[in-house]
Every structure is written in structure tokens, then in C-alpha cells.
């Protein structure tokens, strides 16, 4: 019988590789299981026909070996079958010690990937936690951040009202003081005129006293010629009665007298009353020359200080003469010393820009202003341009047709589309209008946020006033009393919140939901930044309080159609807000200008509205707006994006002229370290300050400035800067944005 050896499994063969994954290991044992059983059951059939031809054999050798014994036989089956137990046996405990090692390296495998796997669990759940609890940090360092930067923010906003509210009380009190001076000086003027009146009655009346003196003296004289006839008479009689010899004398005494007689007496002849009546006369006349001569001083300095007070620009009207006529009076005193100044016209306060002046060199100019935008508190992401306005030149550009986030110097778009779009000269109305019910009004809000509960407002010069409105209406009511308001914001529609605001931005210190009603900008306070929640609701609230009704319901609700109106106030005009929304960057009132704007070009009183209404200005004003996105008017919006390249168009029209009516932006741009958002931010320097005048933009990680800048050389540029990836504080980017534009005020650059 031939043996077939039971299949071993080789030593040499590769351990199945670990994988990463249990469900592979796990695999792999099931796949070597199955070739295990595979070679089982070939093995078994293989020893099967071994089996079948051994009996064959078996047989053919039992037929042909008949003669052996069986008990031979027998043995030598029995041995051949213990020898194939004892072959299958050791095949079976070789295939368990594999079966076994391989379950051992399946177990070692799949501990080992679940090991790996949990290690792997464990990582990334250590590094989700670190990821976490790192992104907690940086939101609570940025809320922090944040915080801190609206606190300052706050505060830089406080101050700069407070220095606004000083400036206002200082150029009150310097109205003040000139309107008091004005007066005193008319007051002045009519005393003078006053008193010359009664200097000129006194010469009158020492004259008529002179004159009655000089009657009396002539009278005097007239009684003295007769007595000394009389005299002489007598003196001729007894002269007659003596010598010959005296006959001269008596000629003589005779021509004496007829010398008398005409009016011309010797002051020997002359008794000592008409000696003193002549010296009382003449006393008389000196005491008169000298009143005259001090009324001349007067009149001389009076003349000078006139002459003073009109070279500084105070003009007084001074009649002295009592008539319009220059010529000097004929019995005016004549004073050879006396010598006026010489008037000239005076010199203008701000000269006009040379024609002359030298344009910066492009590369010079890079040279000067590249290290200064490359600090590290820009960030990256910063684009510029500068552009000399009287030839359109480009002499710096870095990205300038990149859009980025604009912040608030988005308001120069939505200026220069106010004052195109609407006529300068236009007013917002404000209307009471009769409710459906009796003693109830409806205020229509007209989309003018200036509208003031104190007269005059503290915080738009110019504004209407709650107080006139409510006056038109109680007289328009003949008394009857008010017992509810209703507040109709229909003129405005959509969202109050543009598409990214922040959940802080409205009501804020700087913003407030958008109505077509509100009072003081929507703030609580006049004069405060805290803006309110519901600006129709406190309209409502002030105009029942100035009708006397101040526990009247207010509500919100829409006019009756055809209503009789009560009462109207106007706005100051379109270009004074644009001014005001520029100077203070006042997100209600450039957002209300913006709805206006949409209004007049036939578009919703949206954000969407507005929107589109300021691209379509822009456009039809001839700029190019490629890049140009705005989800609101007033640069609030994250979402906002407007290439600085379009930013320096708007300014360059402003300043040139290029555009009818841009040039009025140019008023409403702060002027650096003097008024608006600029107050207090200027960069040492020969251009500092006063030669900036910009508009700001703030925001989280957004630092901008555009406008205007007057070189050394006296050469006008146009430029803007918007940093809107910065990394620094707002105090620090704001410092780096005011050291560019020194340097160029600074920077002849050639």
C-alpha cells in the first residue's frame, strides 16, 4: 500500500499582513481557514482512492498469494492501518498546532488593529477636544477682542461727540460773542452818533451864546461911544472957552472920538467893564475851541477803530455826519496832523492750488509709501491708489480693482448718488395727517431721521422740530384733545437689518433698525450714541408728548386714505444731510438717503433697493462699478465689496468737478485732527494737519480710509487705502492708516 503524506502547512509561509482595519484580519483567517479545510478534503479523498487501490491490491495480492497465512494477513493489515492512524494523527495535530497558531496570530492581529484603532479614537478624539477647546479659546479671546475694541470704539465715539458737543458749545459762544459784540458795537455806533448830535446841539447852542455875547458887547460898545460923545461934547465947550493954544489937543481928542464913534475904541479909553465883557467873551470862545477840539479826538478815534473793526470783517455803519454825502462839513474843524489808514482789499483765507504745482514722481512716490503699507497690521489682504486729480494720473496702485469690504467709506457712493439723483435743495417731509377716529392723529414718517424732540437739535443743525409739528397740529385740532397717535412707517419697506449686520448692530451706539419714522437718529437720548429698538414707536411717544397728551396709545398702523392733514415740517436740505452723513458717518441717515435715492429711480425702499439704485447713479454718473456689491448703503454689511479704484473715481469727481453737484461731498469729508471722525486722529508731520480730509471705515479686522490730500508742493491727490484683512488693534491700524496719509501730504516725491 503506497502512503500519501498529509499537506503541511510550509514554515516559509509570510505571516498574513496586520492591517490597519480588524474586518481585513478577521478576513484573512477566514480565507486560510478555507484553504485549511480545502486541503483537508483533498487530502481525504486522496487517501480515499489510496485506500480503494491498497484493497485492491489487497485483493489481487490475496488471489495471488493464496498461501500465505492469514493471521500474515491480518497482522500486516493491522499494521498498515495503525501506521495510517498514526499518519492521520500526526497530520491532525500538525493541522491544529497551525489552526491554533493561526487563531494565536488572527488574536495578535486583531488586538493589535483594535489597539491601533482605539489609539487612533483616542487621537482624534484628543485632538477634536484640543480643536475644541483651541476654537473655544480664539471665540472667546475674539468676543473679547471684540468687546474690547467696541469699548473703545464706544469711548473713541464718546469722545469724539464730546469734542463735538465742545466745538459746538465753543462756536455758540463764539456766535455768541460776536452777535454780542455786533451789538455793542451798534450800540457803540449810536452812542456816538448820540453824542456827536449833542456835541453839534452844544456848538449850536454855544454858538447862539457866542452870538448873544457879541450882541451884548456891541451894545456895550454902542453905550460907551455915546458917553464918550456926551464927553466930548462937554470937552469941546470948556476947550472953546481956553487958549488958542489947545486947539490941537482938542483936534486931537476930537479925531479920538470919531474914532469912537466908528466902532474902534482905544482899550485906554474903554472903562474896565468893556474890558472885561471882551476878555469874558473871548474866554467864552477858547472854552468852545476846546470842546471842539476834544469832540475832534473823539471823532478821530472813532474813525480808527471803525477803520480796525472793518479790516476785521466786523462792518459797522457809522453815520457821523448825519448824511450819506463824504464831503467834509463846512464848519468842520480841520485837524492838519490827522492822518487814516489806507483800506485795501482784503487777502483771501484759503488761496486756490497752483496750476503750477509739481505732480509726485509714480516712483518716488512708491518708494515712500510701499514700507509703510507693508506694516504688519494691514495683513494681506490691503489694496490702494492714489491719483492726482487735476490730470487723472495714476501714480500709485496696489490691487485697486480688487472689490474688498468698504466699511463706512461705502457712504461716498451713497453720497454722490443722493446728490445726483435728488436736486441738493430737496427736503424730507414729516406729516400729521387726521386719524379714522376722533382725538386720534397719525404721524406719516417721510424717511427723515432728523427730526428733532429738541429745539434747535442738538445733533443735526438745522433739523425740524417735534415742537413746530406738534404747534401746527393743536392749532389745526381747535383744542380738541389727542388720545392716540398712530405712527405709519409705510414709505420704507422690507427688512430693518441689511444682510450682514451683526445680532449687536441694531439698536447699537452706531445703528438702529431702519424705519421711514424716527426722532434724534432713533437715539434715546439727544445727544447720546445709544440708539433704540422701535424709532416709530418713539416718534409716536414724542409727538403725543409735545401735544400734551403724553399717556396717549401710540401704535403702528397706516393713514387713512384721503386723510386731512395737521401739520408739516421740512428737513434741512438733501446736501446739508449728505454732509452730516459724512462728517459723524451716520448709518441711519446715509441708509435713509439711500431709500430716497431707490424711491426717485422708481426702485423698492429696500436694502436691495438702495442697493441697485446707488450702482445705477454710479453708473449713469459715468463710473465703472465692475466688482461693485452692496447689501446696504451705509457700509455696515460684511457682505459689502467695493474696489478701492472706485472709491479714489468718486472722490477725483468730487474734487474736479467732473460730476455736477460731487464737489458738495468735499464738505462733508472730516478734516484730520480737526472735526468729524478725524477729530482726534492725525500723524505728525509738515502735511499735519488740516491738508486730510477723509472719509473713515471701521470695522472687526477692517480699517479704510479715502479722500482727499494736498501735497507739499501744494499738488491735490485723491487716494484711498482699505485694509479689510488687518491683524492689529483698531487704536494701531488706525495710527498706521494716518502715517500713509502724512506721508503723502508731506511728500513732494519727486
Known sequence: MSEQPAPEQSAEQPAPQVTDEAAEARRAAAEQAAADLA????????????ERVAAEDAERAAAAQAELDEADVERARAEQAAADLAAVREWAAQQAAAARAAEEQAAAERAAVEEAESARVAAERA???????????????????VAAERAAEEEAAGQRAAAAAAMAAERAAIEQETAERAAADRAAAADRAAAERRAAADRAAAERRAEADRAEADRAEA??????????????????AGERAEREDRERAQAGRAAGRRGVPERAAAGPGAVGA???????????????????????????????????????????????????????EQVPDAVLPELTDPSPVLAPLSAEAPVPDPTALAAVLT??????????????????????????????????TPASTAKL??????????????????????????????????????????APSVDYPGAATVADLAAQVQQALGGQPVTSVVVDNSLFSGPLTAQGWGADDAPSTYAAPVTATAVDGARQVPGNTPRSGSPGADAGAALAAALGAPDAAVRLGAAPAGARTLG????????????????????????????????????PATFDGAGQAIAAALAEAG????????????????????????????????????????????????????????????????????????????????????????????????????????????????TALDVVAAALAGCGCR
Open 39 to 50: 486541503a483537508v478534503k483533498r487530502w481525504a479523498a486522496e487517501r480515499a482512492a489510496a
Open 127 to 145: 485632538a477634536v477636544e484640543q480643536a475644541e477647546a483651541e476654537r473655544a479659546a480664539a471665540e472667546r479671546a475674539a468676543a473679547d477682542r
Open 223 to 240: 453905550d460907551r461911544a455915546e458917553a464918550d460923545r456926551a464927553e466930548a461934547d462937554r470937552a469941546e465947550a470948556d476947550r472953546a
Open 278 to 332: 471882551t476878555a469874558a467873551a473871548s474866554g467864552r470862545r477858547r472854552a468852545e475851541s476846546g470842546r471842539g477840539g476834544g469832540r475832534l479826538v473823539k471823532v478821530l478815534a472813532a474813525a480808527v477803530l471803525a477803520v480796525v473793526l472793518v479790516a476785521a470783517g466786523v462792518v459797522l455803519a457809522l453815520d457821523l455826519t448825519g448824511g450819506g454825502d463824504s464831503t467834509v462839513a463846512e464848519d468842520a
Open 371 to 404: 514700507p509703510l503699507l507693508a506694516d504688519p497690521v494691514f495683513g494681506t489682504d490691503l489694496s490702494a491708489q492714489v491719483v492726482d486729480v487735476a490730470t487723472g494720473q495714476v501714480l500709485f496702485d496696489r490691487d485697486a480693482t480688487d472689490p474688498s
Open 413 to 454: 457712493l451713497t453720497a454722490l448718488a443722493a446728490v445726483t439723483t435728488l436736486e441738493p435743495t430737496d427736503t424730507l417731509s414729516t406729516t400729521v395727517v387726521a386719524g379714522s377716529a376722533p382725538g386720534e392723529v397719525v404721524l406719516v414718517g417721510g424717511g427723515d431721521p432728523t427730526l428733532s424732540t429738541t
Open 568 to 603: 408739516s415740517v421740512e428737513s434741512a436740505p438733501v446736501a446739508r444731510l449728505v454732509e452730516q452723513a459724512l462728517t459723524t458717518s451716520d448709518n441711519l441717515l446715509t441708509e435713509s438717503l439711500a431709500r430716497h435715492v431707490a424711491i426717485a429711480r422708481g426702485l
Open 623 to 734: 463710473l465703472d462699478t465692475t466688482g461693485l456689491a452692496l447689501s446696504d448703503a451705509s457700509g455696515l454689511s460684511r457682505d459689502d465689496r467695493v474696489p478701492a479704484g472706485l472709491l479714489v473715481d468718486v472722490v477725483q469727481a468730487a474734487a474736479d468737478g467732473s460730476i455736477p453737484d460731487a464737489d458738495l461731498l468735499l464738505s462733508g469729508l472730516p478734516v484730520a485732527g480737526y472735526d468729524g471722525t478725524l477729530t482726534d486722529r492725525t500723524a505728525g508731520g509738515p502735511g499735519s494737519p488740516g491738508t486730510v480730509r477723509a472719509k473713515t471705515g471701521t470695522l472687526l479686522g477692517v480699517n479704510d480710509l479715502a479722500g482727499t490730500v494736498q501735497t507739499a508742493d501744494g499738488r491735490l491727490l485723491a487716494f484711498a487705502v482699505l485694509a479689510d484683512g488687518a491683524t492689529g488693534s483698531i487704536a494701531a491700524t488706525e
